[in-house]
């Protein structure tokens, strides 16, 4: 009996130590991939909070940014960010709240009380700025951030198999299209999906479900063109977070392995490798089910391009703390959070100028003039919009001559009385009737004097042919 205890004993002994070495190695391995994680310096005390803002215990949220090369700012040297999320953690029962902010937002993002969509406050101050910016006009208490490039999400999509999703005819249609860039961008592959002939009467109707690889489900999240436009293009991107989320918890540890290698050279964060060591052992609990847009109550503007107006900021923002921690949460709009409400509204004219429906946009006008709106307060409410060869966009930047204030109060006009200030640019050969200075049907002045090709005695000075007078008068 003893014998057979020591054997027992053994055995349980071999399997503490096969697991116990099995974990240093699971642990060494993401240990060492967790060092190709850019990890960039966060300058904490550029990060605004406003005072008023509620403390959230029980809750940590953190700012998610998806940032595309092809999403360049025309007059910065950063990108915008394409995507804006905010992740909502409930630190006891593990449950994921994602919030997409709608990136043509009207928002304060901050430099010198400016106004512009929100995904130009990246392109403006880096992760701070963007940071900064939630936090103000949502009252919210964010300080980390994970920033990925979409480069990184084909990979992640390819390495988990591809992704089954339903679509409809125009979501296939637009899908194919942006796969073509998606494509050249990254290096990989992809084959269109075959549309149905003929097209469906309603386009929009979800016709189908399609296993898409990473070149198809990032380019199915980029779409923003068909009816749902923008709070469309981020429900699709919730919708591929979820989907990865619940892959990725049923891969296998070489798969997992493979996507720290691959994807984590290209993600930035502000977590410290301690912080997200001791997130890991509780990812496979987290669940993230409740997602939604903001602002969830919305108009639009055409002031300039389409731009996305939430009919209250405060009211909006009160809603989405309800959503983010609880419907009985306790919360009050600071005093920030219902000036940026009162300007965001004066700014576009007054409620009564917004309208139900985006103005007409296409693929076309994306990352052009077109697309991209500035307001700034310079002291006498003047607002200027975003035209790549204007740089207002900069900060530092406020006049395009200090010594000139365009225009000149006391310079209105050249003359008055004369608009032209060149007798005709076209003109290059004397009037053609008249050739020659001293005409020989005129031989003497009489009186002299009063034409300026002719002084008092009557003498032809030499000119081009044409006097001042004559020339004035044509």
């Known amino acids: 009996m003893k014998g057979k205890m020591k054997k027992v004993l053994f055995f349980l002994e071999i399997v503490i130590l096969l697991v116990f070495i099995g974990g ?23 990060i605004v909070i406003n005072p008023e803002a509620p403390k959230m215990t029980g809750y940590t949220t953190y700012a998610l940014f998806g940032i595309d090369h092809r999403d360049k700012n025309a007059a ?6 394409d995507t804006i999320i905010i992740a909502s953690v409930n630190n006891d029962t593990k449950d994921v709240k994602l919030v997409s902010i709608y990136r043509d937002t009207l928002l304060n993002i901050g430099s010198s009380d400016t106004y512009a969509k929100a995904n130009a406050a990246y392109a403006y101050g880096g992760p701070e700025q963007a940071i900064s910016m939630l936090n103000t006009n949502l009252d919210l208490d964010i300080k980390d951030y994970a920033t990925v490039d979409f480069n ?12 089954d999703i339903p679509m409809s005819y125009a979501e296939i249609e637009h899908m194919n299209n942006y796969s073509v860039e998606t494509s050249e961008e990254t290096g990989k592959s992809f084959t269109p999906i075959e549309k149905p002939d003929p ?64 994807v984590f050279p290209m993600v930035q964060t502000s977590m410290s490798q301690t912080e997200i060591l001791k997130m890991i052992p509780t990812l496979i609990g987290y669940s993230v089910d409740d ?31 309800k959503f983010l921690y609880g419907e009985d ?32 946009t296409s693929e076309e ?62 003109y290059t050969e004397p009037d053609p009737d008249y050739t020659e200075p001293d005409d020989s049907g005129y031989t003497e002045p009489e009186g002299g004097g009063e034409d300026g090709g002719y002084e008092s005695g009557g003498e032809v000075q030499e000119s081009s042919g044409v006097s001042e007078t004559e020339g004035l008068s044509e």
């Open 199 to 262: 097209a469906p009467e309603n386009q929009e109707e979800i016709i189908g479900t399609y296993h898409l690889n990473g070149v198809q489900a990032t380019s199915y999240c980029r779409i923003r063109y068909t009816s749902s436009l923008d709070m469309g293009r981020t429900e699709r991107q919730r919708r591929v977070i979820q989907m990865i989320v619940s892959k990725a918890k049923t891969a296998g540890l070489s798969t997992i392995f493979d996507i720290m290698d691959e």
């Open 76 to 81: 910065l040297s950063g990108e915008n960010s």
């Open 24 to 46: 240093l190695y699971i642990y060494g391995q993401v240990t060492s991939k967790m060092k190709k994680i850019e990890q960039p310096v966060l300058n904490e005390e550029e």
């Open 329 to 360: 949460t306790a919360y009050t709009p600071s005093a920030e959070v219902k000036a940026y409400s009162e300007k965001i509204l004066e700014i576009v004219g007054g409620g009564e100028q917004l309208l139900d429906e985006a103005p007409a």
């Open 291 to 321: 997602t939604i847009g903001f602002p969830q109550s919305y108009k639009f503007s055409n002031i300039k391009g389409s731009i996305i107006v939430p009919t209250s900021l405060e009211s909006n923002v009160i809603e989405l703390h």
């Open 365 to 426: 006008t994306e990352g052009t003039d077109d697309d991209n709106f500035i307001w700034q307060d310079n002291g006498d409410n003047t607002d200027y919009d975003s035209d790549p060869g204007y740089t207002d966009y900069d900060s530092d930047y406020t006049d395009p001559d200090p010594g000139y204030t365009d225009p000149d109060p006391g310079y209105t006009d050249p003359d008055p009385g004369y608009t032209e200030p060149d007798p005709d640019p076209g």
């Open 152 to 163: 990184a999400l084909v990979t992640v999509i390819d390495l988990l198999g591809g992704l």
